[in-house]
């Protein structure tokens, strides 16, 4: 099963811009659909963005226009650019991929990276 490794993360004032990256383990990371959720204390893991194996993407309504999910399957990697931040995008930040097999599905998730925005 691919493994999934988040980077990217950090402190950032309001109106900044982060990039996030998962970097897979596996060249069948093509195979898989990737997503972005974060997750606050005290509150459920929450989608973000999404992107399918042939590329169409979705968002949660409070990122549209700010946060931008794309994937590079030559890399390996899914991103999250993330512009015009607000304290209220502060979150752990979980990449996931899924893929539907005949006896099921199979997801992974990475460890989290921390994004803070603040001033």
């Known amino acids: 099963q691919v493994q999934l490794v988040e980077s990217g993360g950090g402190l950032v004032q309001p109106g900044g811009s982060l990039r996030l990256s998962c970097a897979a383990s596996e060249s069948i990371f093509s195979m898989y659909d990737m997503g972005w959720y974060r997750q606050v204390p005290g509150k459920q893991r929450e989608l973000v963005a999404g992107?399918?194996?042939?590329?169409?993407?979705n968002y949660a309504d409070s990122v549209k226009g700010r946060l931008t999910i794309s994937r590079d399957n030559t890399k390996n990697t899914v991103y999250l650019q993330m512009n015009s931040l607000r304290v209220e995008d502060t979150a752990v930040y979980y990449c996931?991929?899924?893929?539907?097999?005949?006896?099921?599905?199979?997801?992974?998730w990475g460890q989290g990276t921390q994004v803070t925005v603040s001033s």
């Open positions: 996931n991929g899924r893929r539907t097999l005949t006896v099921g599905t199979l997801s992974t």
């Open positions: 992107i399918t194996r042939g590329g169409s993407t």
